[in-house]
């Protein structure tokens, strides 16, 4: 869980009147890592804001895995995996992951 970009200000202004980032680190109660960067990130950019998160697939990206899906319906797992370069069983936890499954759902006679 990030901290408040409230808390981010305070302690940028304890540090802006002459306090070190150990003394800001005692009286705010937060990591002396966390400070240095956000000290770093206020000389850098003047902002305090938590950077978005970036999402990267390692290997399955779920768009490119459901369209080849709708090409390929009747497709093996193991195909699947090479048509993408991974494993069948990163294939069988992305289909976990999004939800996808691979019931046939025939009748028997």
């Known amino acids: ?3 408040s970009e409230d808390l981010r200000k305070k302690v940028i202004e304890y540090l802006g009147k002459g306090h070190s980032q150990r003394e800001a680190q005692r009286v705010y109660g937060v990591g002396l890592s966390a400070i240095n960067k956000w ?6 950019t003047g902002d305090l804001k938590d950077p978005r998160p970036r999402r990267s697939f390692k290997k399955l990206d779920p768009e490119k895995l459901t369209a080849y899906m ?3 319906p009747d497709a093996y797992l193991k195909e699947i995996g090479e048509a ?3 494993s069948d069983t990163a294939v069988l936890k992305a289909f976990r992951r999004l939800g ?6 025939e009748t028997i006679p």
């Open 1 to 3: 869980m990030a901290y």
């Open 39 to 44: 000290h770093q990130q206020y000389q850098k």
């Open 70 to 72: 709708k090409e390929h």
């Open 84 to 86: 993408f370069s991974c």
């Open 100 to 105: 996808i499954t691979r019931k046939k759902n």
